[in-house]
Nanobody
Framework: QVQVVESGGGLVQAGGSLRLSCVVS????????MGWFRQAPGKEREFVAT????????DYSDSMKGRFTISRDNAKNTVYLQMNSLKPEDTAVYYC?????????????????WGQGTQVTVSS
């Protein structure tokens, strides 16, 4: 049984930083790509960032590029999302997801395993 557990959300002022963590158990973590998605109130869930199996390839949504960094530690079965220069519009529930692919990918349908989400609130 695959489990995906996020942590690290919270309340931060605009311009601040947060680092989200996501631990995966129940599968060989190092074989698969990972992704972060988010859902703001009243909006559809959207892609944030993805990283390939080795950590050597990443992809970001344009609105996060340059502010967010995704990374992974395969020895710890953990993927991270470092979020800097946070804006009020970054307020959302952030979800970590485990893919069925090795390559970094944005397509939600290729992520069968999801965490419960962690709330990030950015105050102005």
């Amino acid at each position: 049984q695959v489990q995906v557990v996020e942590s690290g959300g919270g309340l931060v002022q605009a311009g601040g930083s947060l680092r989200l963590s996501c631990v995966v158990s129940g599968r060989t973590f190092s074989r698969y790509a990972m992704g972060w998605f988010r859902q703001a109130p009243g909006k559809e869930r959207e892609f944030v960032a993805t990283i390939n199996w080795s950590g050597g390839s990443t992809d970001y949504s344009d609105s996060m590029k340059g502010r967010f960094t995704i990374s992974r530690d395969n020895a710890k079965n953990t993927v991270y999302l470092q979020m800097n220069s946070l804006k009020p519009e970054d307020t959302a529930v952030y979800y970590c997801a485990a893919s069925t692919t090795t390559a970094a990918i944005r397509v939600e349908e290729l992520y069968p395993y999801w965490g419960q989400g962690t709330q990030v609130t950015v105050s102005s």
